[in-house]
């Protein structure tokens, strides 16, 4: 079951704590204590959340002059087995083909790695 849908229509105040955890233990999550009532209202409720795909993410990059440097946290073996070439780690369009055939390797959220052109020397 997908929690996320039912969870947004929940009120994130107190009152509604106890439907919260009902729902989130009937999607596999333990159970919540209420002092981390603000963590889960962060969590699933969060203003400035943006759902991204790696296209997206790509544009992104590309438009504000950032070097994709890599994944964080992931298992590159199955990917370096179908994309052996040097710097296909970097490639976002393999990651998102290859994301397309193994929806499952990015579950929660993409983390990754970026880096900004070196300044040039002043004359």
């Known amino acids: ?18 439907t919260l955890t009902s729902i989130l233990q ?16 962060d969590l699933l ?3 400035q959340e943006h759902q991204l795909t790696l296209p997206e993410i790509k544009a992104f990059l590309e438009k504000h002059d950032l070097t994709f440097i890599g994944f964080a946290g992931i298992d590159t073996q199955e ?3 179908r994309n052996p070439n040097d710097g296909s780690l970097r ?7 290859f994301e397309i055939e193994n929806p499952t390797t990015f579950v929660g959220m993409y983390q990754f790695w ?8 002043p004359d």
């Open 1 to 18: 079951m997908n929690a996320r849908p039912q969870i947004l229509v929940v009120s994130s105040d107190q009152d509604h704590l106890h």
């Open 114 to 121: 970026v880096q900004k052109p070196a300044a040039a020397a």
């Open 26 to 41: 009937k999607s596999g999550w333990t159970p919540l204590h209420a002092t981390r009532l603000s963590e889960c209202r």
């Open 91 to 97: 490639n976002l369009d393999l990651w998102h083909a």
């Open 45 to 47: 409720f969060h203003v």
């Open 79 to 81: 990917f370096r087995k």
